[in-house]
């Protein structure tokens, strides 16, 4: 594998909410999304999520509080613990995580996604 | 944990080829470096090495050809593979890689650091 720009990767796609696998370390997958608008309520029983902002402004809302995160921010979302993603304005996030992980954990939604879309 | 700020976390340290912790999710550790001159070649036998490249400009050389990285650039050193990264300028660099892996793998070096140095 070449080495991965993001932002040649995000000008290939416009679609939201359905994540794209740009590598793979080892058996975790790094994957890049646009996201706008509210994403669904939903966990990851078995692993923790990672999330990284390259542009714009994403919250996730959880039970108690709302973390606020921008670009050149990170945040570890731990397993089993219920999250909502948010943008007010379109986003650019990179996530991290296990191969074959869905998108809307064990929600089930209008909004899952293929999980395993190469860009 | 609270977000992590890249840039907030660069700002508490100066030494180059010194990984320092930043975040953990499963049993894989995210980790910051400054990076300034050369490495030595190593390589690390069980585990792929993800380099995403904050700042700055990092070359990783490879026994066949040489991978220039810029920021928001992102390269996966495959395992058992021999490398040597540097920089003609002092870079920003994230590294992902599982808890417990040395910087400079299997080489014997003075540029072997400690490896669980959280910032």
Tied chains: 1, 2.
Excluded at 21 to 29: C, G, P, S
Excluded at 68 to 89: C, F, R, S, T, W
Aim: charged content about 30%; overall charge negative; aromatic content about 10%.
């Amino acid at each position: 594998m070449g080495k991965v720009n993001f932002q040649d990767k995000f000008s290939k796609f416009d679609e939201h909410w359905t994540p794209k696998v740009i590598a793979e370390m080892n058996d975790y997958q790094f994957k890049l999304v646009k996201v706008q608008g509210e994403f669904v309520w939903h966990n990851h029983s078995d692993t923790d999520e990672v999330f990284i902002v390259i542009e714009g402004c994403l919250k996730i809302e959880f039970a108690e509080e709302t973390i606020v995160l921008n670009a050149g921010e990170m945040y570890v979302v731990p397993k089993g613990i219920q999250h909502k993603p948010y943008a007010d304005e379109e986003c650019k996030v990179m996530l991290v995580e296990p191969k074959g992980v869905v998108n809307t954990g064990e929600a089930d939604s209008d909004l899952t996604a293929s999980n395993d879309v190469w860009i």
